[in-house]
Structure formats: structure tokens, C-alpha cells
């Protein structure tokens, strides 16, 4: 499993989660009340400059992270030119990139303890209602950190079935990767088990 969070230091390391994350809620609740395919795009490159801001190892890598985003450009893209809806489609899509850049650029500049930390403090008041915050919180670190994993699994077992086959893979490969997904699922579990499970985490 590996972090999320960039190596290459800037000022938005220094700020505080909690701010950062309201300030990703806002400004995504923002996005979808602007209807304007032609602001959307000033909109999104003025992300990419904040990007661009710490130099290019930073910026290519929130670019690699958009790349995850094609299948769902692809789809969305065609659906509004089948429909002729050109413009809405544009802001549609131009929304959606702002938005995944938005929540990655605060995933790149805030450490996963420091959004474990804010979510703790969010949850502390249902624990009365009987939420354990330290299984959510366990829960969203699993997910933030696997999540990549399993996407480059899937683009591997993608460029093995391309050098076996002059064929797309499409839908022959959603069984082995869910037979991946599975095992790395079933690894997690043995490895929470054997340090003895929800149980054992300490709570703060």
C-alpha cells in the first residue's frame, strides 16, 4: 500500500486538513451551480496553474492522477454528442475534472493521518449513538490506499491480456481482476485478524 500524498513539499502542506477539506466541499457544491461551459474552463485552468505552481514533477503527477478519468470523459462525451446537448456535455465534463483535481490536489498536500485526524474529530459526538470512529477511520485509510493499488493491477492484467491478444480486453479481464480485488481483500482481513482484529484498535 502506498501514500497518496506528494513528496515535493509546497505551501498547502502547512495548512490545516480540516480547512482544506471544507474548503474541497465548497468549492465542489460551488462547481455545480455553475452552468457555463466557457467559466468551467477558466475554472480548470486556473487548477491546472495551481498545479503547474511547484514545479513539473508536481504537476505531471496530478496528471497521471486525471488520466483515471478518460473511460468516464469518453462516456459522457459521447452520450451529449448523440444528443446534441454539445455545450452542456463540455460543462458536464469540465465539471467533473475540476472537481477530481480539486480533491487531488488536497489528497497530494495533506497527510492521510492529518484526514484521519479531522475525521475522528467529526464522528467523536456519534459514538454516543454507538459509531466506533476508529473502524471508519481504519475504513477510509484501507480505501484511500488500496484504491490505487487495484488500479494498476487492472492495468496490468490490461497489458497482459494486449500481448496475448490482438483483441481489447473490455469485459474478459472484470474476472480476474475481481478475483485480485478478492484475494487483496482477503489478505487485508488475515492481517487485521492476526493483529487481532476491531478489537484491538486503540481508541482515542
Known amino acids: 500500500m502506498i501514500s497518496l ?5 509546497t505551501k498547502a ?11 474541497l ?3 465542489t457544491v460551488a462547481l455545480f451551480y455553475v452552468q457555463n461551459a466557457a ?3 477558466v475554472i480548470f485552468a486556473g487548477i491546472l496553474t495551481l498545479y503547474a505552481l511547484p514545479g513539473r514533477a508536481f504537476f505531471m503527477a496530478g496528471l497521471r492522477a486525471l488520466r483515471l478519468l478518460w473511460p468516464f470523459i469518453v462516456v459522457v462525451a459521447i452520450w ?9 456535455g463540455a460543462a458536464v465534463i469540465l465539471r467533473m475534472m475540476s472537481a477530481v483535481a480539486l480533491a487531488n490536489l488536497v ?6 493521518s492529518d484526514m484521519i485526524d479531522v475525521v475522528r474529530t467529526i464522528t467523536r459526538p ?9 473502524i471508519l477511520e481504519l475504513a477510509i485509510a484501507l480505501v484511500i490506499r488500496l484504491t490505487p493499488v487495484l488500479v494498476e493491477k487492472g492495468s496490468l492484467l490490461s497489458q497482459s491480456w494486449r500481448a496475448r491478444s490482438c483483441r481489447p480486453s473490455g469485459w474478459r479481464i472484470i474476472l480476474p481482476f475481481t478475483v ?16 487481532g482484529g476491531f478489537d484491538a484498535l486503540k481508541e482515542n
Open 80 to 88: 451529449h454528442l448523440w444528443t446534441g446537448e454539445v455545450a452542456l
Open 39 to 41: 467559466i468551467h474552463a
Open 5 to 9: 500524498t506528494s513528496p515535493i513539499k
Open 126 to 134: 456519534l459514538t454516543r449513538f454507538g459509531l466506533r470512529p476508529n
Open 107 to 112: 489528497t497530494m498536500t495533506t497527510l492521510l
Open 13 to 23: 502542506h502547512g495548512w490545516p486538513a480540516g480547512a482544506k477539506l471544507a474548503a
Open 180 to 195: 485480485l480485488a478478492l484475494d487483496d481483500a482477503d489478505q487485508v482481513a488475515e492481517a487485521l485478524r492476526a493483529r
Open 25 to 27: 466541499c465548497v468549492s
